[in-house]
């Protein structure tokens, strides 16, 4: 079946970057687009961008432009997100989730805690 | 952006009742309306796509409707474990948005 495991919590101070890893298997990678889903503590899901893992094109947000970056290893199967300039408002839950217009499924989510 | 704004917030209800819950769109996104559901600690579930086409697995209690701006998730006789929150998505339109969901409770 069609699994997203993403990498494990992470804390990052003010001011740095965060990558998040998220590897696939019981499909082809390539053939999906892969989108970025931040969810806040108390707030609904807010979608970041999607990068093709065939090109390596992407699209991001208008709101994560300049802070945001998605790649793709397509030798192994996984999709990344790099957010840098973390602020404290970036205190989140991070998903990944496979395109098939909606999203479905999703990676269990990778908590970021921004602090000093 | 397309704007999606959901309703009630929470709604409270006890087993064995039907819940309805609502989602409005602010501009018509036809039928490219899809439903999730949240449990805490857990990542958003796909319920229903295309309005009201149930997700692979999705028990036949979950039924949506609607088209355009308007739009209904039912719940025909709730179980224990439907108690969570629900977010609408359109998906006609970039940037993909949700509503800020309705908490189910009992």
């Known amino acids: 079946q069609v699994q997203l495991v993403q990498s494990g919590a992470e804390v990052k101070k003010p001011g740095a970057s965060v990558k998040v890893s998220c590897k696939t298997s019981g499909y082809t990678f390539t053939g999906y687009y892969m989108h970025w889903v931040r969810q806040a503590p108390g707030q609904g899901p807010e979608w970041m961008g999607w990068?093709?893992?065939?090109?390596?094109?992407?699209k991001y947000a208008q709101k994560f432009q300049g802070r945001v970056t998605m790649t793709r290893d397509t030798s192994i199967n996984t999709a990344y997100m790099e957010l840098s300039s973390l602020n404290y408002d970036d205190s989140a839950v991070f998903y990944c989730?496979?395109?098939?217009?909606?999203?479905?499924?999703w990676g269990q989510g990778t908590p970021v805690t921004v602090s000093s | 952006e397309i704007v999606m704004t959901q309703s009630p917030a929470t709604l409270s209800v006890s087993p064995g009742e039907r819940a309805t819950l609502s989602c409005r769109a602010s501009?018509?996104?036809?039928?490219?309306l899809a439903w999730y559901q949240q449990k805490p600690g857990q990542a958003p579930r796909l319920l229903i796509y295309g309005a009201s086409t149930r997700a692979t697995d999705i028990p036949a209690r979950f039924s949506g409707s609607g088209s355009g701006t308007e739009f209904t998730l039912t719940i025909s006789s709730l179980q224990s474990e439907d108690f969570a929150i629900y977010y609408c998505q359109q998906y006609i339109s970039w940037p993909r948005t949700f509503g800020q969901g309705t908490k189910l409770e009992i």
């Open positions: 501009q018509s996104v036809t039928s490219s």
């Open positions: 989730a496979k395109d098939s217009l909606y999203f479905d499924p």
């Open positions: 990068i093709n893992p065939n090109s390596g094109v992407t």
